[in-house]
């Protein structure tokens, strides 16, 4: 069983739409949790880190079930530019574990 | 100027070369890493450090070495390249206070 994983889809979504992603990490002694963003062939940069309380950055929410150990990401009124694929990480201060990301096109 | 720079970009290579791919930093942050990724594997950690002194081996280290040379370099060796390590190759940096990594743009490397 993967550490993390995700749906890899594709999600092909109009512009406009709400999309939600999901995830699951299996180590319960993971302190840390990220979404990032990888565009094709590029380097991953940091979305939002995700906290137990929830939280959002402007179309982007983020929550964490450290019950269910389920970590979800929305994005609300997709962009064009949204177009990437989301990694869902977990981890602690030594290592950061990876999902194998969502693919997400946005249609126009 | 990127924080995180990795040379060189591309690199095609025959098997059972010697290859070193590096990592140089401006963040000023202690600990390196070093992954591979593949299509459908995500990334993997092939080595960390903490520090100048201080070497980690990752998920996957078999084949690979690494040196750090410096607060602000970190390489990764291949001693005898095989068509397996054909991969994207990234180097990351993180702070003390925060697990937060930041990626350099990646080394393609393909070997025949």
């Known amino acids: 069983r993967k550490e993390v994983e995700q749906d890899p889809g594709p999600f092909n979504v109009p512009e406009g739409a709400t999309v939600a992603f999901n995830c699951t990490y299996s180590n319960s002694a993971s302190q840390s949790f990220f979404w990032y963003r990888q565009d094709c062939r590029k380097e991953p940069k940091l979305l939002m880190s995700?906290?137990?309380s929830g939280n959002e950055d402007g179309r982007f929410t983020a929550q964490l079930n450290r019950a269910s150990q389920y970590i979800s990401l929305l994005i609300r009124d997709s962009k064009l530019s949204d177009s990437a694929t989301y990694l869902c990480?977990?981890?602690?201060?030594?290592?950061?574990?990876f999902g194998s990301g969502t693919q997400l096109t946005v249609l126009p | 100027d990127a924080d995180v720079t990795q040379t060189p970009r591309n690199r095609i290579t025959k098997t059972g070369k010697r290859i070193m791919l590096e990592c140089s930093q401006t963040?000023?942050?202690?600990?390196m890493y070093w992954y591979r990724q593949d299509p459908g594997l995500g990334l993997r950690l092939i080595y960390y450090?903490?520090?100048?002194?201080?070497?980690n081996k990752g998920e996957i280290s078999d084949g690979y070495s690494v040196s750090r040379q410096a607060q602000a370099k970190f390489s990764l060796s291949l001693e005898s390249a095989i068509p397996n390590q054909t991969a994207l190759y990234f180097c990351a940096t993180s702070d003390d206070s925060t697990d937060t990594q930041y990626f350099g743009p990646g080394t393609r490397l393909t070997v025949l």
């Open positions: 450090s903490f520090d100048v002194k201080d070497i």
């Open positions: 995700v906290y137990s």
């Open positions: 990480v977990s981890g602690s201060a030594r290592q950061l574990t």
């Open positions: 963040k000023g942050h202690d600990r």
